[in-house]
Nanobody, 124 residues
Framework: QVQLVESGGGSVQAGGSLRLSCAAS????????MGWFRQAPGKEREFVAA????????YYADSVKGRFTISRDNAKNTVYLQMNSLKPEDTAVYYC?????????????????WGQGTQVTVSS
């Protein structure tokens, strides 16, 4: 069983930055594609970014492209989401997710493991 624990959320003013971390309790994170999703109040969970098991391929939602960067350190079993130029519409609970198969996907229900979420609030 894989457990994912997010950290790094908080409150920031528009234009600011935050870095989210997701620590995985596995012997090695290397094979697993990982993703970040978010859910704002009253909205469905949406894709933010994903990264392949090796870290060689990354994918982003259009709304965050150019502002957010996903990365991973497999030696530390940790995935990161660097968020720059934050906007009020980025306010949401951010979730880390992992897959048990090799293919990267942007669809939430195709992920097998989820963290508990971390709140990000951006004020104008």
């Amino acid at each position: 069983q894989v457990q994912l624990v997010e950290s790094g959320g908080g409150s920031v003013q528009a234009g600011g930055s935050l870095r989210l971390s997701c620590a995985a309790s596995v012997r090695t994170l290397r094979p697993y594609p990982m993703g970040w999703f978010r859910q704002a109040p009253g909205k469905e969970r949406e894709f933010v970014a994903a990264i392949s098991g090796s870290g060689g391929n990354t994918y982003y939602a259009d709304s965050v492209k150019g502002r957010f960067t996903i990365s991973r350190d497999n030696a530390k079993n940790t995935v990161y989401l660097q968020m720059n130029s934050l906007k009020p519409e980025d306010t949401a609970v951010y979730y880390c997710a992992g897959r048990a198969t090799m293919a990267v996907t942007t669809t939430p229900n195709e992920y097998d493991y989820w963290g508990q979420g971390t709140q990000v609030t951006v004020s104008s």
